[in-house]
């Protein structure tokens, strides 16, 4: 390489936090955000007060998941004998996308998407991937919506109670109960049924690392913020992507500022897939910048206007195919180039490794399980950034192995449960 690449890491404040220590940090910020609201970096929402001791068999529920632009449904049924089946699969567009909708016509719109399900189920699971406050009672109310849903009126009432009315309307002769619950709240409930079986688990973390990043976990302690509630036993939705406490490097700050809010959800932006291929694009430039590359390499990367996860994805599946973009900007490079443009890429992967081994080793630790080996935490991974990015999950287990070992020894397994929102969904339809 024509330069120190710790000394160019150096200028730019590109660090690599310690793992422990950064674990600590997240730990701290979470305990002062379930102390009060806005405690915290870290909001630590109340997502549910329970958890689904049993699900019976021989049952089934109706699941739905709306977020961003679309609106899926369907019935999930469990045998005598725990197996599950997921049909009657439908996929629409989510009401008030394509126009304004006044609160009536926004819920009436949402029952006639599960015309198809009518009285299948008394039970409905709801995904609402949407700003929303959980009640004691498992529904929920709209705070406000992305850009794509365009209900104003909506905002401010209670999801379940107003579904339930106009479902009535259609003709839906028994709606016994909906549970509202968000995407991750979902992922956490798919270990109690998507689980390999005979295993036993002391709890669930849920974890996503997809175009976002969001983790939850299970406190058995009562949350000080919850005045009017000392049960013990509640789902805490994290948001750990608003915690602030990670060095920031120059490539860091410069997406801060660039994106559409600035300053906030700062981890999110170190290592989510929305994201890390605009770190390394930043870093790769600064690096040109500063004379680290061949001027032909230069000229190609100048051309480059943005870089995602998948052209990094892309490349590393096949280094020698000059048709991606990666490819062809190696192509015009040397060996000493193709070394450093790797290996940039690959730290700012184990960057992000770093951040979610310790998030991950936060949830666990917050929840104070896993201390029996028999009886492990249960981690269900989320995202194609979580499974599929270039070497990030084996450094994770790495990482993690390291972390929970010693004074801080937990036992855990990290699973992936396939249709794992569907199934967290019908979970919650029996909280």
């Not at 992000?352 to 949830?363: E, N, P, Q």
Request: net charge negative; with cysteine; glycine share 8%.
């Amino acid at each position: 390489m024509k330069t120190n690449l710790s000394d160019f890491y150096k200028k730019y404040n590109f660090v690599f936090p310690d793992t422990t220590e950064l674990t600590k940090a997240i730990l701290a910020d979470m305990e002062k955000g379930l102390a009060a609201p806005g405690g915290g970096d870290q909001p630590m929402i109340v997502a549910s007060r329970t958890i689904p001791d049993t699900i019976p068999s021989s049952s089934n529920a109706i699941v739905i998941d709306a977020g961003g632009t679309n609106f899926r449904s369907g019935l999930v049924t469990i045998d005598a004998q725990g197996n599950v089946q997921i049909s009657d699969l439908e996929k629409t567009r989510m009401p008030a996308v394509d126009r304004e909708m006044s609160k009536d016509e926004f819920y009436d719109a949402i029952a006639a998407n599960l015309d198809h399900l009518k009285n299948k189920s008394n039970r409905i699971g709801f995904c609402f991937s949407y700003a929303m406050e959980i009640t004691k009672d498992g529904d929920g109310k709209i705070l406000f919506f992305s850009k794509e849903v365009k209900a104003p009126e909506a905002i401010g009432t209670y999801v379940g109670a107003e579904l339930k009315k106009a479902l009535i309307k259609r003709g839906w002769t028994s709606v016994e109960k909906i549970t509202l619950l968000n995407d991750t709240t979902a992922s956490l409930l798919s270990g109690t049924i998507g689980a390999p079986k005979g295993q036993k688990y002391s709890s669930y973390v849920g974890f996503i690392l997809g175009t976002g990043l969001n983790n939850a976990y299970i406190d058995y302690a009562p949350v000080k913020k919850l005045t009017d509630d000392d049960s013990a036993q509640h789902i805490i939705v994290c948001e750990g992507g608003f915690f602030k406490g990670a060095p920031q490097s120059t490539f860091d700050k410069e997406l801060d500022a660039a994106s559409a809010k600035p300053g906030q959800g700062l981890l999110e932006k170190m290592c989510s897939g929305a994201y890390m291929g605009t770190i390394v694009h930043n870093a790769l430039k600064h690096a040109s910048a500063d004379g680290l590359f061949s001027t032909d390499f230069g000229k190609t990367l100048e051309s480059i206007e943005s870089l995602m996860p998948v052209d990094m994805d892309m490349y590393f599946k096949n280094t020698c195919d000059t048709s991606t973009k990666l490819g062809a900007l190696a192509a015009n490079g040397n060996s000493e180039d193709v070394k450093l443009m790797e290996k940039i890429m690959q730290d700012v992967i184990t960057r992000a490794a770093i951040i979610v081994a310790s998030l991950l080793s936060a949830s666990i630790l917050k929840s104070g399980k896993g201390t029996v080996e028999s009886e492990p935490v249960c981690v269900v991974g989320n995202g194609t950034t979580f499974w599929k990015t270039n070497n990030l999950y084996p450094q994770i287990c790495q990482l993690l192995e390291k972390t929970l070992s010693g004074e801080w020894k937990r036992y855990y397994q990290i699973i992936k449960v396939e249709n794992d929102i569907t199934l967290g969904t019908c979970a919650a339809a029996f909280m």
